[in-house]
């Protein structure tokens, strides 16, 4: 009798094996797949030109790693991920131009898209423009109007002028105004304006003038608070400013302009540029500034209101300054609407009307 060859169980070796064009991918889809992945950002090597030539290490990194934390900026020149011209540096490096610059790849973080600047602001910022070259913009701010988004606000003035010039290369404040301040405030066209004025303010050779509505009669004699100014927070997390002697120098100059009944228009002079300072020191010297919500007493600032005051009367009203071409200049910005019409109701009561 034959001999049956015994029974096994089938094995994995035994289940049909795939053809060749299941095994493989054809080129074109290996092609296909490569396309599909995410390419991964490599490093950067950037050249410094002279426009970019001054500005330090940490401000320039930040323009080119938008949406990047600060904290990781600083992070990575401190850990020598980024050079200059192959060295290790450090953030308040200036460069220079013919520098080279190595920025390594960080991971940005999509912001969500926030609402954009309507036509009628960008016609509103558009409008308020008192001067313009090819090197600077004076712009006369809105009261309300903060000067850049952030803090909860989708946009400010900068983001809606930028909004209105989609062309323009280089558009940058050179300094800020509280957002309920209205008045003058400076914006660069170029980087060298950027650098010019900016260090012309921190030599105190660009005169602010702010023209302001405090309460009561301010003495002729008192031409100047010198008093140190120092940051704080309540318990609620509101930033504000008082008078320590822990605090920075901090000097502003007075004259009176115009005195009504219970009110007086006066010019102030801040020498030095801390935050708050013409308000502080006008709270501080007896005299808080008219429809200041954070430093004028709770009984003055409803008084105000009962006259008819909706809003913080300081106005910066006057620059006088050197321009990056190397003329004198000097520019006033008329006041608002609401800031007028509470100068003329002190007038008309103080003449009777």
């Given at each position: 009798?034959?001999?049956?060859?015994?029974?096994?169980?089938?094995?994995?070796?035994?289940?049909?094996?795939?053809?060749?064009?299941?095994?493989?991918?054809?080129?074109?889809?290996?092609?296909?797949?490569?396309?599909?992945?995410?390419?991964?950002?490599?490093?950067?090597?950037?050249?410094?030109?002279?426009?970019?030539a001054g500005q330090r290490l940490d401000n320039f990194l930040i323009t080119q790693l938008k949406g990047v934390p600060r904290s990781v900026v600083y992070r990575i020149v401190r850990k020598g991920e980024v050079r200059i011209n192959k060295k290790r540096c450090k953030p308040d490096s200036r460069l220079a131009a013919g520098d080279?610059?190595?920025?390594?790849?960080?991971?940005?973080?999509?912001?969500?898209?926030?609402?954009?600047?309507?036509?009628?602001?960008?016609?509103?910022?558009?409008?308020?423009?008192?001067?313009?070259?090819?090197?600077?913009?004076?712009?006369?701010?809105?009261?309300?109007?903060?000067?850049?988004?952030?803090?909860?606000?989708?946009?400010?003035?900068?983001?809606?002028?930028?909004?209105?010039?989609?062309?323009?290369?280089?558009?940058?404040?050179?300094?800020?105004?509280?957002?309920?301040?209205?008045?003058?405030?400076?914006?660069?066209?170029?980087?060298?304006?950027?650098?010019?004025?900016?260090?012309?303010?921190?030599?105190?050779?660009?005169?602010?003038?702010?023209?302001?509505?405090?309460?009561?009669?301010?003495?002729?004699?008192?031409?100047?608070?010198?008093?140190?100014?120092?940051?704080?927070?309540?318990?609620?997390?509101?930033?504000?400013?008082?008078?320590?002697?822990?605090?920075?120098?901090?000097?502003?100059?007075?004259?009176?302009?115009?005195?009504?009944?219970?009110?007086?228009?006066?010019?102030?002079?801040?020498?030095?540029?801390?935050?708050?300072?013409?308000?502080?020191?006008?709270?501080?010297g007896g005299h808080p500034i008219a429809g200041d919500d954070k430093y004028m007493d709770d009984v003055s600032l409803k008084a105000f209101r009962a006259q008819g005051g909706q809003r913080l009367m300081l106005h910066a009203y006057a620059l006088e300054l050197v321009l990056p071409d190397g003329q004198q200049a000097r520019f006033?910005?008329?006041?608002?609407?609401?800031?007028?019409?509470?100068?003329?109701?002190?007038?008309?009561?103080?003449?009777?009307?």
């Amino acid at each position: 009798m034959p001999r049956q060859a015994p029974n096994r169980k089938r094995t994995h070796a035994d289940t049909r094996r795939p053809k060749p064009t299941e095994r493989r991918r054809r080129p074109e889809q290996a092609a296909a797949v490569k396309q599909d992945a995410a390419p991964k950002p490599g490093v950067r090597w950037v050249r410094i030109d002279e426009e970019g030539a001054g500005q330090r290490l940490d401000n320039f990194l930040i323009t080119q790693l938008k949406g990047v934390p600060r904290s990781v900026v600083y992070r990575i020149v401190r850990k020598g991920e980024v050079r200059i011209n192959k060295k290790r540096c450090k953030p308040d490096s200036r460069l220079a131009a013919g520098d080279e610059v190595r920025i390594p790849p960080v991971v940005q973080k999509q912001k969500p898209e926030t609402p954009a600047p309507s036509a009628r602001v960008r016609r509103l910022v558009e409008g308020a423009v008192i001067f313009e070259n090819d090197q600077l913009i004076v712009v006369n701010k809105p009261q309300g109007m903060a000067v850049h988004g952030g803090s909860g606000l989708s946009f400010g003035l900068i983001e809606a002028l930028r909004a209105a010039r989609p062309d323009a290369r280089f558009l940058e404040l050179v300094h800020r105004l509280d957002r309920d301040t209205s008045g003058l405030i400076m914006v660069a066209k170029k980087r060298s304006a950027l650098r010019h004025l900016q260090d012309e303010i921190r030599g105190k050779r660009v005169t602010k003038l702010y023209h302001t509505l405090v309460a009561g009669h301010w003495p002729a004699s008192r031409t100047e608070i010198d008093a140190p100014l120092e940051r704080f927070e309540l318990r609620s997390g509101e930033r504000m400013v008082r008078v320590s002697d822990a605090g920075k120098v901090a000097l502003t100059r007075f004259q009176v302009l115009e005195l009504f009944d219970g009110y007086s228009l006066v010019q102030a002079f801040p020498v030095t540029g801390r935050t708050h300072q013409i308000r502080v020191h006008c709270a501080f010297g007896g005299h808080p500034i008219a429809g200041d919500d954070k430093y004028m007493d709770d009984v003055s600032l409803k008084a105000f209101r009962a006259q008819g005051g909706q809003r913080l009367m300081l106005h910066a009203y006057a620059l006088e300054l050197v321009l990056p071409d190397g003329q004198q200049a000097r520019f006033e910005a008329p006041y608002e609407t609401g800031f007028a019409e509470t100068l003329e109701r002190l007038r008309l009561r103080r003449s009777g009307g």
